[in-house]
């Protein structure tokens, strides 16, 4: 699998049923916005060290024909913290990536999302 195809979630096979494990009933068409292996990797690296310094917990992943979404939470009864959106409608215009806070602001927006997810990244302080 190339860095550029996105991940396929595919449903089960019929006859290989198995009543201790949950079965997807629909599958992810191609028409689907979804994040590609690479923005993915981006993604999870950030969400790593966010786990590492203790703020977040869980994660969610959401994709719909026009959008991909990914946020984190710091606990998964609550709103998401900060999302991750994947718009391609916004590509010719603002970007492609935005990351939107808990208020609904958005805090960055742009066409590379290493640019944009440097916005989740603590800076240095001096003491």
């Not at 949950?22 to 786990?51: C, K, P």
């Amino acid at each position: 699998m190339s860095d550029s195809e996105p991940i396929a979630f595919r449903p089960r096979q019929a006859g290989t049923h198995n009543p201790g494990l949950a079965v997807a009933t629909t599958a992810v068409s191609s028409q689907t916005t979804a994040f590609h292996r690479r923005e993915l990797n981006e993604i999870l690296a950030v969400y790593g060290r966010m786990v590492a310094a203790g703020e977040c917990r869980d994660y969610a992943i959401d994709m719909s024909r026009d959008r991909a979404v990914f946020s984190f939470f710091r606990r998964s009864s609550e709103w998401p913290l900060f999302q991750i959106e994947k718009n391609p409608r916004l590509a010719r215009r603002q970007g492609v990536y935005s990351v939107i806070a808990a208020t609904g602001a958005v805090l960055k927006r742009g066409h590379e999302l290493r640019r944009v997810l440097s916005v989740l990244e603590r800076s240095l302080r001096i003491v």
